[in-house]
């Protein structure tokens, strides 16, 4: 798309804020309308714990509006962007994964000490207002969470999550490897940035 005029570089960035609301709520607060840019990493198989072998976990800092009713907004907002929600509540303290489904985790209170990868993986300390996604077979473990710890857990249309706490067989493991997503980044509801981080996995 070529851009001739301020007046079709403005009409450009209205169309991108109106399609999320995420980023229009930050737009709203005075902050940059651009797509939040996640940090990323791959997660080998470690023990009984599969991870992922195509896709890195994305982990999206202060991608939320913790304006008004957060819970209730970031709901609507993970809707649009094609991720809905199947529940708000908190993380297991013990080590699983899922297998039938990839997971966005939206961080709409207090903060948490997540482990991902199993045991011995990866820390990570969360906050309301971040986003992370697990590709499938991402293990995860909540470590420790202040009492106000509230998520919500959202799945690509027509996933849903199963409790895994052992090896997977090999069904499992070629499911995990080629389950399908939404072509839509959770928080901003563009292509980007999630297809070029995950396509390029």
């Keep these: 798309m070529q851009i001739d005029s301020r007046r079709d570089f403005l009409r450009l960035?209205?169309?991108?804020?109106?399609?999320?609301p995420l980023i229009l709520a930050a737009a709203a607060r005075g902050e940059s309308a651009s797509p939040?840019?996640?940090q990323h990493f791959m997660l080998s198989a470690n023990g009984w714990v599969p991870n992922n072998p195509h896709l890195p976990v994305l982990l999206y800092r202060q991608a939320l509006s913790l304006s008004g009713d957060v819970t209730q907004q970031s709901e609507q907002a993970l809707t649009h962007n094609g991720w809905p929600p199947q529940w708000v509540a908190g993380?297991?303290?013990?080590?699983?994964?899922?297998?039938?489904?990839h997971e966005v985790l939206g961080f709409v209170g207090g903060?948490?000490?997540?482990m991902l990868g199993g045991p011995g993986g990866k820390t990570v300390t969360v906050h309301a207002g971040d986003v992370a996604?697990?590709?499938?077979?991402?293990?995860?473990?909540?470590?420790?969470?202040s009492d106000d710890f509230l998520v919500i857990g959202a799945y690509p249309p027509d996933?849903?999550?199963?409790i895994c706490r052992s090896?997977?067989?090999a069904a499992m493991r070629q499911r995990i490897a080629t389950l399908p997503y939404p072509h839509q980044d959770p928080?901003?509801?563009q292509p980007q940035p999630l297809m070029s981080l995950w396509q390029q996995a």
């Design 13 to 20: 960035m209205t169309q991108i804020a109106v399609s999320s």
């Design 36 to 38: 939040v840019a996640p």
């Design 91 to 101: 993380v297991f303290n013990f080590h699983h994964y899922h297998s039938t489904a």
């Design 111 to 114: 903060e948490a000490r997540l």
């Design 133 to 145: 996604l697990l590709p499938a077979g991402t293990g995860h473990c909540n470590l420790g969470s």
């Design 159 to 162: 996933q849903h999550w199963d």
């Design 167 to 169: 090896a997977p067989t």
């Design 187 to 189: 928080v901003s509801g």
